[in-house]
């Protein structure tokens, strides 16, 4: 076809976008010069200050910090990361234009699939679920389950809410002629059976719960098991395998309800779960999302601080929610987010609370959460109380540590950082009753010696490191310490012994932080089996270890599993030692060698030296970590 058509083509899709509404559904825009102009936090680099501008007249945006700009296809380019063909087709789909032929897919799938085939065959596959669930006799467990946990037919219409009937091939049967199976493989609701024998379907026998992207369009799906499942080693809840449309550490649960209310009350919620987040809304707290089987990631911090100043992270009182909750404290610390905690009552999630406590109490509890650093104040000092100087001690260092990782660089928030920075540190040298200046003494200390460690590993030292090459977050160590060893054998024994908990370990554990290199291989062997989509059982896991030497750590672990009656519960008490571990070796070690240091009079030696390599490959890995996040 002639080349004019296709440019008459692209000016149609361009007169059915409107620009401000577009970046509008990803970015909270204010209106400026009565409407002339409408401002934002840009979505492309890490802004503070709102230096996004749309401009409806000219239908284009510009970022005065970053200088991306340009017209809406340049937008969605750069927002969705794909190429100019691929900018066209998403927005023709938004504006309801059918493709004409020359720029039909097929021809244009080098790589596989393209997003808007995914977000195509995905949004037919929730009409699928949803069809089933309102009318097929299949579904009448799963409607009965719904009703029974008080999801009303208006929350299942409003949430899209569907079922996947007990049969394997259901959606691959329904897919035919509609849908090539490379499509259904791509956007992970189908997948190849071992040796290739033939697909089977992602979800059997769950009701499912879509989710959805900033755009409102359905992505990927949480699948819940029903109850008196009998199926062994099904996890409770799992979401879809990321795809090329769906990424778990961008994305929460319940965005695009709760997004005017976020806005309205410049407040957002952030629940574990779909179940937790549709309930909450139900009771009419709708400024709620929820993860989506992942600890808040500082994406979703960024995406979220573009709609709201206040962010309330709800955690259970127990152990696994509080640490949970500390460990939120320091990654978002730094964040220009006024970042609250919520504790609810150990062993109940907000579903449980409403139930019991009302809405009104909830939305209290909301509007009074205390300030992130506040609650790990309190947490420090019931760990060690105030009553020695030794104990002040400990709690004002648990507090420094974490104010001293907030980078102090100028720029433009440096002003309002360093205020907040005073109201903390005004506030601790109130409590516990110490001299403002040793406190702040204190602090540059330990900044100091974070910078003094950052110097260290840009320099030579760092670069002639050439010990193992460590690609996740773990602290790199000289040896494992019996504990270590005992906690990293201990999350294997549960492993084994209850393979239904891989599901949910696979969610926020990587495979890459134990130390062990066997344990290692072995969970990554249990994670390979679980993508594969096979049923996970003692059994199974070793039919695929081929050392022999692994197989015998194998049935150790399960032998030793089963002589203590190692129990699933387990998990999450394991899982925070594990963390902690890494937080307080980092700690241990700058501590060594500052000593050293001090004692030999600035000096490094060898074992020194040695550790402070590890300890700036560590801060260098989380740093990457940070920035991918
Ligand atoms: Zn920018």
Not at 49 to 75: A, H, I, M
Not at 165 to 176: G, Y
């Amino acid at each position: 076809m002639p080349r004019q058509s296709s440019e008459e083509f692209k000016e149609l899709v361009r007169s059915r976008t409107d620009i401000v509404s577009l970046i509008g559904e990803g970015v909270s825009l204010e209106s400026r010069r009565g409407g002339h102009e409408f401002v934002g936090l840009c979505p492309f680099h890490d802004d503070r200050n709102p230096s996004l501008r749309v401009y409806p007249e000219r239908q284009s945006f510009k970022c005065w910090s970053c200088n991306t700009g340009g017209d809406c296809f340049e937008f969605v380019m750069q927002s969705e990361r794909v190429e100019f063909r691929e900018a066209i087709e998403l927005l023709a789909t938004r504006a309801n234009i059918e493709m004409p032929r020359t720029h039909q897919r097929g021809s244009q799938s080098q790589d596989g699939t393209s997003k808007s085939q995914l977000f195509e065959v995905v949004a037919w596959a929730e009409q699928q679920f949803h069809e089933c669930l309102l009318n097929s006799p299949q579904a009448a467990t799963a409607r009965d389950y719904l009703n029974s946990r008080g999801f009303t037919a208006d929350v299942i219409a409003a949430y899209r809410l569907g079922y996947h009937p007990n049969d394997w091939e259901w959606l691959i049967q329904r897919a035919r002629g509609k849908f090539g199976l490379d499509v259904l493989t791509a956007a992970k609701l189908a997948a190849q059976r071992d040796g290739g024998r033939g697909y089977y379907d992602y979800f059997v026998d769950r009701v499912m719960f879509p989710i959805r992207d900033m755009q409102r369009r359905p992505v990927a799906f949480g699948g819940r098991i029903l109850p008196g499942e009998t199926r062994e080693n099904a996890p409770k809840y799992f979401n879809s395998l990321e795809s090329i449309i769906f990424t778990k550490s961008r994305l929460l649960y319940g965005f695009d309800h709760a997004r005017d209310a976020i806005r309205k009350t410049d407040t957002v919620v952030v629940v574990e779960g779909y179940t937790d987040c549709i309930t909450t809304h139900q009771h009419g707290q709708m400024n709620v999302v929820g993860t989506l089987g992942t600890a808040l990631t500082e994406t979703h911090v960024t995406n979220l601080k573009r709609f709201a100043r206040k962010v309330v992270l709800v955690y259970d009182g127990d152990d696994a929610g509080q640490n949970a909750a500390e460990r939120a404290l320091t990654k978002f610390l730094a964040q220009e987010v006024d970042l609250r905690i919520m504790t609810l009552p150990a062993g109940m999630d907000p579903a449980d609370f409403l139930a019991t406590h009302g809405a009104a109490a909830f939305a209290k509890d909301i509007e009074q959460a205390p300030e992130a650093w506040q609650h790990k104040f309190r947490r420090a000092v019931a760990r060690y109380g105030v009553d020695s100087i030794d104990a002040k001690d400990r709690v004002l260092d648990e507090m420094l540590e974490v104010l001293a990782t907030v980078p102090h660089t100028g720029g433009a928030d440096a002003g309002k950082w360093r205020n907040r920075e005073d109201l903390i540190l005004g506030s601790l040298v109130q409590r516990l009753g110490l001299k403002e200046h040793a406190v702040r003494q204190r602090l540059s200390d330990i900044r100091r010696r974070a910078a003094d460690r950052q110097r260290n590993h840009d320099g030579p030292e760092a670069m002639q490191h050439d010990g193992p090459a460590y690609d996740s977050v773990s602290l790199p160590r000289k040896s494992l310490s019996r504990r270590d060893v005992y906690l990293e054998q201990e999350l294997l024994q549960i492993v084994l012994a209850h393979p239904a908990v891989v599901g949910r370990l696979r969610e926020d554990f990587a495979c890459e932080e134990l130390q062990d290199p066997q344990l290692r291989k072995l969970l990554a062997c249990c994670y390979g089996l679980m993508d594969a989509g096979e049923e996970l059982t003692f059994l199974r896991v070793m039919a695929e270890l081929e050392d022999s030497a692994l197989k015998g750590i194998a049935v150790s672990l399960d032998e030793e599993a089963r002589r203590k009656g190692i129990g699933a519960d387990l998990l999450e008490q394991t899982l925070a030692c594990l963390r902690e571990r890494h937080t307080t070796d980092a700690v241990e070690m700058s501590g060594q060698i500052r000593e050293q240091v001090q004692q030999s009079g600035g000096g490094l030696n060898d074992e020194t030296a040695a550790m402070l390599r590890r300890l700036s490959e560590y801060n260098k890995k989380r740093a990457v970590k940070n920035k991918l996040a």
